[in-house]
């Protein structure tokens, strides 16, 4: 017996500490049904952690952004943690840990924005989404597929939720300090004294009933056959056996115990094993083999095990018949019939058999101190009758578990404290009320006082108060601040509080300049808050006269707020250095600070600064106007700290050191390509032409084609570039309602796209159009010779042997020069004009980049089908127009020349 007592010990061990898990750690994204644990579907929980996300990180904004708000957080998440049993002080609790906790744990989070929310610093509307997601995730789905099931799950979530709760159980209100709206947020001081003692108006949860709101189906946290059974567990009808049988003979036999406690085996006959342990079966079964096999060895274990008929009856969730396991005990047929109702008793369950009672069992001393009155197993035919709940006593405020706690034995205050794990350090045990109830009569208040050194102690008889159902105990928290303290804020190496002495003064806080950090201000504020109702005051302190013993220090009185500043923090005079040192911008100015500590500050000239002289701005100020006078400063030589050239900066200075003249010219060039003796990139200097970069590169190759040179300018290219993106813009921007015919809309939307697509496709090439000959002699000095810039690009293209017709031909294609024709012979060749082609528009575009369109006639040539061609000209049959306005049109015929122009630079390039 003994050995059964304690492997039933161990037993119970790994059943509570499964259940702990369950309670404390279970996963936020799954849901709970009458089977195993189920993962909660996608679109639920991605928009239940999404909403969660955002409360969490509106939460941490306003904790940020309030840093009174984030040092009480930190103290209700400490005392929320140590009333779990991780001792964390408020120390240990970094501004990063406080800001993990509250992302990434439901409950602190929920905490610290009830209390953000009761005060105004949450948008309730915000704080009630946040939290709706996730009430939803945690509430146990219905099980639809059969009714008995669905009705049971529907008590169970109503006993979950409380009598009468309706839809999604609503945060409760934040129990403890909370900040008060604070009109000076700044002011340490004032933060400690604008908290306040709020009590939850809610009705705390029953102690205990946190146990059977989440639970495994059948009433076990885990199936029983995943814990060890000793070989002293009892044999019934009903169990499963194997019965493994080695050495002479060999089998392997599965058999269950019949109705009569026996079991079958071949050759040997029927066995009773019924009443007898595990072990005593295994003899009596090898005896009994023995008697036909020599030497054969039987190890006898279980597979199944029995069930048992129990009855959960009185104020359950689902009282019944519940078949469970013969291992199962008290506490697992509660599980499984859902626990007891807010009306049920958790301290006098009563264990019935045969009639009688068997036992009474508190589930308090399971809960508070581990004891095992309800781990014995249960048998066939046993009744557990969970009658109403008996006296109840209410504990809010600070003890360590504000609950509704049931008494049994319980009569005085400090029993009643016992349950509740004591009163936290910060209790106030001096004013102790009392709400009680006169039966049938009415209410009345009463107030206690306990011994601060035994607070459960029998002291002057508080801790010997009678207590009586329905009483409701608030422990107030004590003051929270010291009256001795006083308080340094900002431009110090140690802020925080400081003891408060008689007699204190600046210098016992401050007693020198190493205490401030660097380049103090000379002086601070004081801020006081003078008594009875502590109305704050600011008093002007000359720290820098203080220190230096030029004054008396200043005498401190409790709750002094000492607020140190640096020197350039509170409208700092500076001045501006920009232009050609390495770090321009903004400095703080110092005492006799001249251009040249300036310039040095800035981290001294660029090689492109021009050291002759800079450029000083001041500002006059007369009283009435602001006006700005200019100067001129020798910067180089005050620099190189000549005699009086340097000059004494005042606030507000601007100082430009100018660039040199040409300086961006510098390493400026042009790439030189195509035909050419030596083809490469050159230098170039402001004003240089054409036809020098051409002599510098050798001159032009016997093949090469000038007519067909192709310049190309970023600037250009830009200029381009814009053309054309606004150029699709408007295409874009037009609709098919540009088709006056209503028939052809659909025409002009084709188009449109199809010239659109085209344009979008057409990179800008930035080509200049330039008239230069095989003979630079010729043209050098003239209007052609143009100057060129840097980033230029100048290709020179070989001789073609071919013109181009493009656009709405049969035939495009490159056709081979011939002397003397013109552009309508050329167009023949290419099989002439389609049906959509719009014969009135056609172009050439010149090997040199110049477009000859319908306008550019004349009278001793004609139209631009009896212009003659070069080799390398294009010529182009744009698409007939769709009908429309003659804003589509001209629209439509600039794309198309656009389009054109770009194709005939790539070709140009590809001679």
Known sequence: MDTCKVMMSNRLS?????????????????????????????????????????????????????????????????????????????????????????RTNPDLRDLVANSLQARGFLDADSFRQGTKEADAEEEEPRDAREEGAKGRDEA????????????????????????????????????????????????????????????????????????????????????????????????????????????????????????????????????????????????????????????????????????????????????????????????????????????????????????????????????????????????VGMVRRPAIYELRSEQKLRDVLALAGGVLVAGELSNIKVERVKAHQGREMLNLRLDPADPLGPSDGAGEFVVHDGDVVTIAPILPYSDKVVYLQGHVFRPGKYPFREGMTLLDVVPDFQQLLPEPADKAELIRLRPPDFRPSVLSVDVRAILEKREPPVKLEPFDTLRFAGRYENDAPTVSIFGEVLRPGEYPLSDRMTAADLVRMAGGFKRSAYLKSADLSSYLVDGEKVSLDHREVAIGEAVAGAEDTDVRLKAGDVLTIRQLGQWSEIGGSIDVRGAVLYPGRYGVQQGERLSAVLKRAGGFLDDAYPVGAVLERAQVREIATKSRDQLIQRLESQGADLSRDPAGAAGVAQQRQRLIERLKSTVPSGRLVI???????????????????????????????????????????????????NAGWYLKQAGGPTEFANRKDIFIVRANGSVIGRDSRSWWVGGVLSHRLNPGDTLVVPEKVVSGSLFWRDLAQSAQVVSAIAIAARVATSF
């Open 156 to 395: 169970d979530e109503k006993g979950r939720k409380g009598p009468g709760a309706k839809g999604t159980e609503k945060p409760r209100p934040p129990q403890g300090l909370m900040a008060r709206p604070n009109p000076y947020k700044d002011v340490p001081a004032l933060a400690d004294l604008y908290r306040q003692f709020a009590v939850s108006t809610a009705t705390p949860e029953r102690f205990g009933a946190e146990l059977f709101k989440q639970r495994t189906p059948g009433g076990t946290p885990t199936s029983v056959l995943e814990m060890p059974i000793g070989s002293d567990y009892v044999l019934g009808p009903g169990d499963g056996l194997v019965i493994e049988m080695r050495g002479a003979y060999s089998q392997r036999l599965m058999r269950t115990v019949d109705h009569e406690g026996r079991i079958s085996i071949p050759e040997t006959g029927n066995i009773l094993v019924a009443g007898s342990t595990l072990a005593l079966a295994q003899e009596n079964v090898q005896r009994a083999a023995r008697q036909q096999f020599r030497d054969v060895e039987v190890e006898l274990s279980l597979n199944r095990l029995r069930r048992v008929r129990v009855y959960v009856v009185g104020d359950v969730e689902r009282p019944g018949a519940y078949d469970v396991s013969s291992l199962s005990t008290v506490l697992s047929a509660l599980l499984a019939a859902g626990g007891p109702t807010d009306l049920g008793s958790l301290r006098t369950v009563k264990h019935m058999r045969g009639g009688k009672l068997l036992r009474v069992v508190d589930l308090y001393g399971l809960m508070l101190q581990g004891h095992q009155g309800a781990s014995e197993a249960l048998h066939s035919g046993d009744t557990l009758l969970v009658p109403p709940t008996g006296p109840q006593v209410t504990l």
């Open 771 to 821: 008239r230069i000959e095989p003979s630079i002699s010729a043209w050098e000095n003239t209007s052609a010779d143009i100057e060129i810039r840097p980033g230029d690009s100048l290709y020179i293209p070989k001789k073609p042997n071919f013109v181009l017709v493009d656009g709405q031909v049969y035939s495009p294609s490159a056709i081979t020069f011939t002397p003397g024709k």
């Open 14 to 102: 790994v059943l509570l500490g499964l259940m702990a898990a369950v309670l404390f750690f279970a996963p936020q994204g799954l849901t709970q049904q009458n089977g195993p644990l189920k993962p909660t579907p996608s679109s639920q929980r991605a928009s239940g952690i999404g909403q969660k996300d955002q409360l969490a990180e509106e939460v941490v904004k306003v904790l940020r952004e309030n840093p009174p708000l984030l040092l009480e957080a930190k103290s209700q998440i400490a005392a929320e943690l140590n009333r779990r049993g991780f001792p964390v002080g408020e120390v240990e609790l970094s501004d990063a840990r406080v800001f993990t906790q509250i």
